[in-house]
């Protein structure tokens, strides 16, 4: 499985592990990965550790997290990036909608 999700015990958090490409294969498993939890997570941590590939398609799925989690209120960690995820990140903006480290 690529996409591998974790929810804290109390069910505040969620954790959204990418594991080899990002791409659009990807698409229904990340979004399954969030919509199909029985209460909305008060933050939401995507961790991209084990990613080895990023495109477009990873950056409209984050956008869409990023709507369902509740837009400007949401609480969302884009964590572990390489430094080509980050400047990818940083140069569509993304590093004004997202906390990235």
């Not at 999700?5 to 791409?23: A, N, Q, Y």
């Not at 080895?52 to 709507?67: E, H, I, K, P, V």
């Amino acid at each position: 499985m690529s996409v591998v999700t974790e929810v804290s015990p109390d069910g505040h958090k969620l954790t959204i592990s990418i594991k080899g490409r990002f791409d659009f294969g990807r698409h229904q498993e990340f979004r399954e990965s969030y919509e199909r939890l029985n209460k909305k997570p008060d933050s939401i941590v995507v961790d991209l550790k084990d990613a080895t590939y990023l495109d477009s398609s990873a950056l409209g799925m984050l956008l869409l997290l990023r709507d369902h989690a509740g837009g400007d209120a949401s609480d969302i960690r884009v964590v572990n990036s390489s430094n080509d995820v980050k400047k990818i990140l940083a140069i569509s903006n993304f590093d004004k909608l997202f906390d990235i480290s």
